[in-house]
């Protein structure tokens, strides 16, 4: 959402988002976020303020890291933390971050400049204040005029506010490269066992084919409750879905929902409509005429039966990278989009873990590879023992549902397979 604001001072700065009461005097802080609904308990809160104003040890930082840091274009939040942290989940660590402001993603913009002061042991994140006599915040001069007062010889200037227009959404730094993550914000769908067969179908193509490409028209129903509409307001861009598949809790082989295979995206052109016939008694009757759609976009060929979902607006998503709130446990239920058990780094599972868990958005969880079952023939008579679990590397959520949620790996040494383990990383 672009934000105006208003400049009465010659010089002035912009930082990256909320922080404590404790740094607002080295910052200045960004518009406020929308307020959440989020409610922490008084012993989280205390653990976040103790944190925050604690900063990391030193020994958490990682080798190298940089006293200063000029945000460049291209940078990644989690790139960034990696930078200065050993653990990049220790991040609002290090900002001072409490809770509510982990719930309203930290910003940082290019053009900023990052500090690390380190005191008493421990170490903490601020910005540096932009400087520059006679320039704004963007870097331009403040309109201004110079007049000088004949009797003393003293020069007086008088400053014009003017409004500065900034659009934040086209400059905040994203967490991980776009390119990387934003295909899956709108590709998984978690839905329920009958939520997908409520959905608009394709009934039928031209010239009777039997698959539909980019370029090709089709004809879609809605439920007769809900018609496929083009009245204005309606929705006129879908994303198209296959039957759902379910997903499974390893350990207890427990349903926890159904994922829906995304296919391609489809274009509205005209909405479905009731044709008065007369039959062949005489007699008036209605015709349902299905809606007229285009394929924009295919990830496989569509066909008809599948099913089709309102676009969701596009929104600029900023996770910051952190541990849960206590201990968490869980097991990797499917790799999405593929028909194997393994999967690579930059790759997406799912999680048998939800926001029923206390599983949010940005949480970072250690991948564990399990320990394989060896005989122990060391001691005369063979035993079975099981070797400890390893750590294989990191992932973050990055959508959550009820009991299932989505995580991409970030970090790996070996294969990640269905049923491994996920744990808090620290």
Known sequence: MPITSFSLKPTCASTVGLALASLLSSLLLSPPALAQNAVTTPNQKAVAQQVAQAGVPLDALAPGAPDRYNVKSGDTLWAISGLFLKSPWRWPELWGMNLQDVQNPHRIFPGQTLVLEKSNGVARLTTAAMTGSGEGANGTSDAKTRAVDGSAGIATVKVSPRTRYE???????????????????????????????KAPRIVSTQEGRVLLSRGDRAYALGDPATPLTDAKGEPRLFRVFRSVTPLKDPGT???????????????????????????????????????????????????????????????????????????????????????????????VVVLNRGTRDGLQSGHVLALLKDGPRVLDRTSGTPVEIKLPDERNGLLMVFRTFEKLSYALILQITDGVKVGDHVTSPR
């Open 167 to 197: 659009s934040l959404s086209e400059n905040v730094l994203p967490t991980l490269k776009n390119q990387v993550i934003e295909p899956f914000l709108v590709e998984p769908l978690i839905v329920d066992e009958g939520g997908l067969l």
């Open 253 to 347: 082989a427990v349903v926890l929902g159904y994922e829906a295979q995304f296919v391609g995206k489809a274009e509205l052109i005209r909405g479905q409509a009731m044709r008065e016939l007369v039959g062949k008694d005489g007699k008036p009757t209605l015709d349902i005429v299905p809606a007229t759609i285009d394929i924009v976009r295919t990830k496989e060929e569509m066909r008809v039966g599948d099913r089709l979902l309102p676009e969701p607006p596009r929104e600029m998503l900023s996770y910051v990278p952190r541990a849960p709130d206590g201990k968490m446990d869980g097991r990797i239920v499917s790799v999405y989009g593929s028909s194997v058990i393994n999967a690579a780094q930059s790759q």
